[in-house]
């Protein structure tokens, strides 16, 4: 029996757009890959080929076919900052980041050390982001085994590309959210042993931000990277004015704010460090050196009154950094990577700087990829990739079917204006389809 007679063979035919370099540093002509008719191949969850239509269809003409002929396929959107904790949250009024902490944040995520919660959280919270087209993030789970445990459970279930981690903090939180050293280490490492590698689940050492650690408790994280080399570290860095002066006051030997972590051995490739909005050129430098990533956050940063990230200074060519898309819900206003898309340009517009849409959808997919350390299994259409992909509609409502009107595009120019007008009006009502390793995951309700 040959392999094409196998029943696990599938095939998806449409208009398909994905990366195969970076459109910051290679030009758009030879980064980007559009296929206006191509087919798709998946076997058991991955993509084993893929090209146009009329070069593929005679070789698989007996697999099943399932069409998008006026849609457009892209891979899965990648969040590389989300709390799943702050889900109820989200659009709360008035205050900075660290007042917005205390006032909002800290009380809602006391309630996730009771895992009944943990769990509808958790369920409502991986309901949205398919919603949205998201196929992977990289999450913010509580002070809490419990809301790991929530959290990775849910994943699992759906067959998810997932990263989570208890927060560690041991100082400057109220007393039902703080931890030890001591403790943070043994509930880390029993986390990491029942869900690092688990399917398709990974972990990340995750103290909260300098702020709520004391050094004993930063010496823990990278006691943890050192044991468990390969998993992740994620935190906040430069967010906030006062929150970095704040810094400086709790670490006075330091030379910044990046330096605090890596004095405590957490600045490495796999380190991804939220928001960066007021780092120096000397911390881009060291994170570039490092090969560490930020998440570029501009619906929070923008709520929060947090400031404008320096996005071209991060991917220059003397000293580029590694760049993902984040919603940092609940700082953030939306789950959709869209709408943070939509906001990222006009940060860059405000700076004199223009993002245009092949390089946003870099950011949230093959970008992603990359600053997550997952561009060897997720974020293009390459065979061996695992499955994990969207539909989106153009024409999803009336406005955006005015402005995307007329045929496919058939060229780059056609497709970047058509990209630009689903970027800044589309939300989660543009996402058709969401596949998870090739299975239909979420289908949009005809209205």
Same mark, same amino acid.
């Given at each position: ?68 002929? #006026? ?44 895992? &009944? ?86 972990? #990340? ?15 823990? #994280? ?67 050196? $490092?090969?560490? &990533? ?46 943070? $898309? ?73 497709? &970047? ?31």
């Amino acid at each position: 029996m040959s392999a094409f007679d196998n029943q696990s063979l599938q095939a998806i035919r449409g208009a398909f757009l994905d990366f195969v370099d970076d459109p910051f540093y290679i030009s758009e002509s030879e980064s980007v890959r559009y296929i206006p008719d191509g087919l798709l191949i998946i076997e058991n969850g991955a993509i084993v080929d893929f090209g146009s239509y009329s070069d593929l269809q005679k070789q698989y003409s007996h697999v099943p076919v399932t069409a998008y002929p #006026a849609q457009l396929i892209t891979p899965g959107f990648i969040d590389t900052h989300v709390h799943y904790s702050q889900y109820e949250v989200i659009a709360s009024y008035g205050e900075q980041l660290l007042e917005w902490l205390s006032k909002y944040v800290f009380p809602t995520e006391g309630k996730f050390k009771d895992k &009944a919660h943990a769990d509808k959280i958790a369920t409502l919270f991986f309901d949205e982001l398919l919603k949205q087209g998201t196929t992977t993030a990289l999450v913010f789970a509580t002070v809490h085994p419990e809301s790991v445990d929530a959290f990775f459970e849910e994943a699992s279930r759906r067959n998810l590309r997932m990263i989570s981690g208890k927060v560690l903090m041991d100082r400057n939180a109220p007393d039902y959210l703080t931890d030890s050293p001591e403790n943070a280490y043994e509930d880390s490492k029993k986390l990491i042993q029942k869900w690092h590698k688990n399917g398709r689940l990974l972990y #990340a050492v995750t103290p909260r931000f300098a702020p709520t650690s004391t050094p004993e408790q930063l010496h823990t #994280a990278a006691k943890l990277l050192q044991e468990f080399p390969d998993v992740y570290m994620q935190t906040h860095i430069s967010e906030n004015k006062k929150e970095v002066a704040w810094v400086a006051e709790l670490f006075p030997e330091s030379q910044g704010y990046l330096d605090v972590y890596d004095r405590a051995g957490l600045v490495g490739e796999k380190s991804v460090f939220a928001h960066g909005v007021h780092l120096t050129d000397a911390e881009f430098k060291r994170l570039s050196a $490092a090969k560490s &990533a930020i998440a570029f956050c501009p619906t929070s940063n923008l709520f929060l009154g947090s400031g404008l990230f320096k996005l071209a200074q991060a991917k220059s060519t003397e000293h580029p950094v590694k760049v993902g898309l984040g919603t940092d819900v609940g700082g953030g206003t939306s789950f959709s990577m869209l709408q943070t $898309a939509n906001e990222a340009y006009k940060v860059a517009q405000l700076q004199g700087d223009s993002l245009s849409a092949f390089k946003a959808l870099f950011l949230a997919t093959l970008g992603g990829a990359k600053a997550l350390s997952l561009d060897d299994k997720i974020g293009n259409f390459n065979p061996g990739k695992e499955a994990d992909f969207i539909v989106l509609d153009p024409k999803a409502t009336t406005l955006m079917a005015t402005r995307n009107q007329g045929a496919a595009a058939q060229t780059l120019e056609e497709l &970047a204006q058509k990209l630009f007008g689903l970027m800044m009006l589309g939300d989660d009502r543009a996402i058709q389809a969401v596949y998870i390793a090739g299975k239909l995951a979420h289908q949009l309700a005809p209205v």
